[in-house]
């Protein structure tokens, strides 16, 4: 990479993260159903921890410096969320061919044997929007791992018309943040037990975006 791109890349990541940093620190936050979450990392218990590509906007801000492992894609999308997020302390996997992906299982792998945080993006990076992808579900069967959906909403916002339809939300705007229920996904499921499984929780993380949109209606 040339330096002038490079010089580039830099600009954005910090651009991006005093925007997103200053957007979180002006938002009136509440959040809501954190205790059980915080008693599962104090016990270091491994969280995969599910948003909405669509519900992505709050995100690096809100779980920044808590360690968390991303798998990032290496669009041009892609590197400009790396370039906010590596100054939040979280660690970046990237890839997208099948070697590449293996790598990244292994090491999600590692990181929540170990009691550590993985976050997914379960319709990403091109959707379909809200169908949930069945990865962080084996995840969760090899590791023991507890998945957690998450949501946000918030009052002064904006929808992109995209095809995960983003939510962006403006300054000083009140935002409510949702953990869900943890859940453990059975180890012994498989065929449609685990197809059953999938759309149970694919449907939990679509109702929390409507309970959080409920708070502003």
């Given at each position: 990479?040339?330096?002038?791109?490079?010089?580039?890349?830099?600009f954005?990541?910090?651009?991006?993260?005093?925007?997103l940093?200053?957007?979180?620190?002006?938002?009136?936050?509440?959040?809501i159903?954190?205790?059980?979450?915080?008693?599962?990392?104090?016990?270091?218990?491994?969280?995969?921890?599910?948003?909405?590509?669509g519900?992505?906007?709050?995100?690096?801000?809100?779980?920044?410096?808590?360690?968390?492992?991303?798998?990032?894609?290496?669009?041009?999308?892609?590197?400009?969320?790396?370039?906010?997020?590596?100054?939040?302390?979280?660690?970046?996997?990237?890839?997208?061919?099948?070697?590449?992906?293996?790598?990244?299982?292994?090491?999600?792998?590692?990181?929540?044997?170990?009691?550590?945080?993985?976050?997914?993006?379960?319709?990403?990076?091109?959707?379909?929007?809200r169908?949930?992808?069945?990865?962080?579900?084996?995840?969760?069967?090899?590791?023991?791992?507890?998945?957690?959906?998450?949501?946000?909403?918030?009052?002064?916002?904006?929808?992109?018309?995209?095809?995960?339809?983003?939510?962006?939300?403006?300054?000083?705007?009140?935002?409510?943040?949702?953990?869900?229920?943890?859940?453990?996904?059975?180890?012994?499921?498989?065929?449609?037990?685990?197809?059953?499984?999938?759309?149970?929780?694919?449907?939990?993380?679509?109702?929390?975006?409507?309970?959080?949109?409920?708070?502003?209606?």
């Amino acid at each position: 990479m040339s330096v002038l791109k490079e010089f580039k890349w830099r600009f954005i990541g910090v651009l991006g993260r005093l925007i997103l940093w200053l957007l979180g620190k002006s938002a009136r936050l509440v959040i809501i159903g954190e205790d059980r979450y915080n008693e599962l990392r104090d016990q270091n218990k491994p969280v995969v921890i599910l948003v909405w590509h669509g519900r992505l906007f709050l995100g690096p801000y809100f779980f920044r410096k808590r360690g968390s492992l991303a798998f990032v894609s290496p669009s041009e999308d892609g590197e400009i969320l790396v370039r906010i997020i590596e100054g939040w302390g979280y660690k970046i996997l990237r890839g997208s061919s099948s070697h590449s992906v293996a790598k990244a299982w292994i090491q999600m792998n590692k990181e929540l044997e170990k009691g550590g945080e993985v976050f997914i993006v379960p319709d990403g990076p091109k959707g379909p929007n809200r169908k949930l992808k069945i990865g962080a579900l084996k995840l969760s069967q090899q590791t023991g791992a507890y998945v957690v959906p998450f949501s946000f909403s918030a009052s002064r916002r904006k929808i992109l018309s995209s095809w995960d339809h983003f939510l962006l939300f403006y300054p000083f705007a009140k935002v409510v943040a949702i953990y869900g229920k943890p859940i453990v996904v059975d180890p012994d499921l498989s065929g449609d037990e685990l197809e059953r499984e999938r759309q149970r929780i694919e449907q939990i993380l679509i109702d929390l975006d409507s309970e959080a949109d409920r708070h502003f209606q």
